[in-house]
């Protein structure tokens, strides 16, 4: 089946703007993950959702980074009012359930913010 | 913050050479994975270990664990140029745990033809 899907590939905006970032995970999928991977920080946890539970937000770095997973499936990262330093590449990943699984992800969404 | 460390940053080597790279982390962990990046995109699996496992194998790949150092190795054989890549490892802590993954600087490899 199809694997980790996310949109778009490439997103260039102006600071100050917000962005939305797309993940489609694979079909069955209940734990999805979103990480960020810059050059200064490396890869790094931002948020995690499994099934109905109350997502895990402790890896956002300020309130202007939000996610939701609509229907158990697709989610969305914004990014508000974006700055230089959110330029980087955010991944997402799934994973049929949680902790004990293996993480297939996306190809990811290069961000950069001028 | 990253909780693993891996070394080395960088490694150049002739293609059918091995490659061996080394990972340590710091908290108790309930597996740890191994992970390919290419041109800085998608992460690809390469293979899981879990704790109570020491040693796995998936084609040319050979992975260790020592949980008493908290440090684990992945070995290539017979290296192909097309295994030129940036190599990550990534924990998944204990009980309780979300299964969030954490990510060491990862191991730049060079296999030159």
């Known amino acids: 089946g199809a694997g980790v899907s996310q949109s778009p590939s490439n997103k260039v905006t102006e600071k100050g703007k917000d962005v939305e970032l797309r993940c489609d995970p694979i079909?069955?999928?209940?734990?999805l993950y979103w990480y960020r991977q810059s050059l200064g920080q490396g890869l790094e946890f931002l948020i995690y959702f499994q099934g109905n539970s109350a997502p895990d937000k402790s890896g956002l770095p300020s309130d202007r980074f939000s996610a939701e997973r609509t229907g158990g499936s697709v989610s969305t990262l914004t990014i508000q009012r974006t700055q230089q330093e959110d330029s980087a590449v955010y991944l997402c990943a799934s994973s049929f359930q949680r902790g004990q699984e293996t993480q297939y992800f996306g190809p990811g969404t290069r961000l950069l913010v001028l | 913050s990253q909780q693993g460390e891996e070394d080395p940053q960088a490694l150049s080597i002739q293609e059918g050479e091995n490659a061996t790279m080394n990972c340590s982390y710091k908290t108790s962990i309930n597996n740890l994975q191994w992970y390919r990046q290419n041109s800085g995109r998608g992460l690809v699996h390469l293979i899981l270990i879990r704790s109570n496992e020491r040693e796995k194998h998936s084609g040319r790949l050979r992975v260790t664990l020592d949980t008493s150092k908290k440090s684990s190795s992945l070995l290539i054989t017979a290296s192909r140029a097309a295994d030129t890549a940036s190599y990550f490892c990534a924990t998944s802590r204990g009980s309780g745990n979300t299964g969030k993954l954490i990510f060491g600087q990862g191991t730049t490899l060079q296999v030159k033809p």
């Open positions: 079909s069955g999928h209940t734990a």
